[in-house]
């Protein structure tokens, strides 16, 4: 019979290192914490059962050092590295540097990671699965007369992405031929200054759509889809609230995206977990893959509320080499559960970063309310890396109910101290759009245009 890894080194801060160290108690594993100076007094410093500084608050210097990582790893005898989300998690070198030393990596392959992480080799993979792609380039485009062609067959407007892009960034809208060669090029070169990488393709832009994602789960022989997320609610390409199931995917749908995120795990023989992300067109009612995230999302938490799935142990039995215990026939999605990722930012200044001391700090609680944060009274947020204050996921058994309970528990959660976003996302979860379920990922901004000033508690 497989063993369960021994110790597990964590290469991440916040809420995610807490939430990994959580799990690795409750399955008998020693967590061991890699920390930068600046998150010497956090929570997860305090609750891991070993930690050790790797280096200053400059995340170059620390969190996104491969070479401190795997050197810690080393030198307290881990048995694998966990990375959560951001920083490391998607770079396929440092992985590389894992699988040369014989560590455990609690994701996918070094090989996964590189061949996701290029979205035109992701896209072929996808096609060769099956799995439908949005209209475009079917490799780098690189001269104007190659995006004249291909607006010619798709028409205006385009979509000019970054192979190696992510995040909201490294993305153009083109409206017409007028500024295409201009818009190629300067692409090219922000995706070059970005991400060392000046590789674009090109898109059909669809201009009313959802940003529908399914959460996977596969052990390199099986691969289990575990329902879709709907994270339409964005503002700049960042998502602001998650929930699952999505409102506009009926039975019919969601086999459709279940059966594609399947076909592509299977196609590429993918291990750990991973999210395989779509655009869901409200015109034509049809959905298109566009890429997959190789890691542990934000916004795991709201399919564990609706799955009963703990998606970090699964993470950590996979790497461990345990096959998956559950089939898909045991899924089933219960309820409702969304998600607000509350920052420390100020509506009315462009959501600027607002870090501080917290003065005071009280969760909000009862039935279905879930808050995952690493924040406690007296706690400082640092300047030196993202905002978050934590996620609060409420669960009911209709969508109606699961917003009244979000709302409610936003009422509940108190961040003395601090400016945070929770206030401007009650507005969002209280507007008509919101509640009527049939909204795209344009609607945030049309909504932020119409108020001259934002809700705050401060």
């Known amino acids: 019979m497989t063993e369960l890894l021994k110790s597990v080194l964590i290469a991440n801060r916040g809420e995610i290192a807490l939430r990994v160290i959580r799990a690795c108690k409750e399955l008998g594993i020693k967590s061991i914490l890699a920390y930068s100076e600046g998150d010497r007094d956090s929570l997860p410093v305090k609750l891991a059962d070993q930690a050790v500084c790797i280096g200053p608050a400059n995340a170059a210097k620390s969190y996104n050092s491969p070479e401190l990582l795997v050197s810690a790893a080393m030198a307290f005898k881990a048995d694998a590295v966990h990375p959560g989300y951001g920083f490391l998690s998607e770079k396929a070198n440092f992985v590389k540097m894992l699988e040369e030393e014989n560590i455990g990596f609690v994701g996918p392959t070094s090989e996964h990671i590189a061949q996701m992480g290029d979205k035109i080799q992701a896209k072929r993979i996808a096609r060769a699965a099956g799995v439908p792609t949005v209209p475009g380039s079917d490799g780098v485009v690189s001269e104007p007369d190659e995006a004249f062609q291909i607006a010619k067959e798709t028409g205006f407007p385009l979509l000019i992405k970054a192979a190696a892009g992510g995040g909201g960034r490294g993305m153009r809208v083109v409206e017409s031929e007028d500024t295409l060669e201009r818009d190629l090029t300067e692409i090219m070169s922000e995706a070059k200054t970005a991400f060392n990488d000046p590789s674009v393709y090109i898109e059909r832009y669809l201009t009313d759509i959802r940003h529908i994602e399914v959460q996977v789960i596969a052990d390199g022989m099986n691969a289990i889809a575990l329902g879709e997320r709907d994270c339409t609610s964005q503002r700049r390409n960042q998502k602001l609230i998650e929930e699952a199931p999505s409102p506009v995917i009926d039975d019919e749908l969601r086999s459709g995206l ?16 991973g ?6 067109d ?14 542990i999302q934000v916004e795991h938490p709201v399919t564990e509320m609706v799955t009963g799935v703990d998606l970090i142990k699964e993470q950590l039995r996979i790497a461990s080499g345990i096959p998956l215990s559950f089939s898909q026939d045991e899924i089933s999605i219960r309820g409702h559960a969304i998600e607000c990722r509350i920052n420390a930012e100020d509506p009315n200044e462009d959501f600027a970063p607002r870090p501080g001391k917290i ?4 969760a909000p609680g009862g039935f279905g309310v879930r808050m995952d944060t690493h924040i406690e009274t007296g706690y400082t947020i640092p300047p030196f890396y993202d905002s ?11 969508r109606d109910e699961a917003i009244a309970r979000t709302l409610r528990a936003l009422d509940e959660l108190t961040v003395d101290g601090v400016i945070t976003t929770g206030p401007f996302q009650a507005m969002l979860l209280d507007s008509e759009e919101f509640r009527s379920g049939h909204f795209n990922t344009g609607y945030v901004a049309k909504l932020l245009e119409s108020k001259s000033e934002l809700p705050t508690d401060q």
Request: charged letters at 30%; glycine letters at 2%.
């Open 258 to 273: 279940q059966e594609a995120a399947i076909n592509l795990c299977k196609e590429v023989k993918y291990r750990n977990a």
């Open 275 to 280: 999210t395989i992300e779509f655009v869901f």
């Open 282 to 295: 409200n015109v034509e009612n049809k959905y298109y893959f566009i890429e997959m995230n190789t890691r």
């Open 359 to 362: 003065e005071k700090y009280r």
């Open 388 to 398: 978050m204050v934590g996620k609060l996921i409420c669960w009911a058994e209709t």
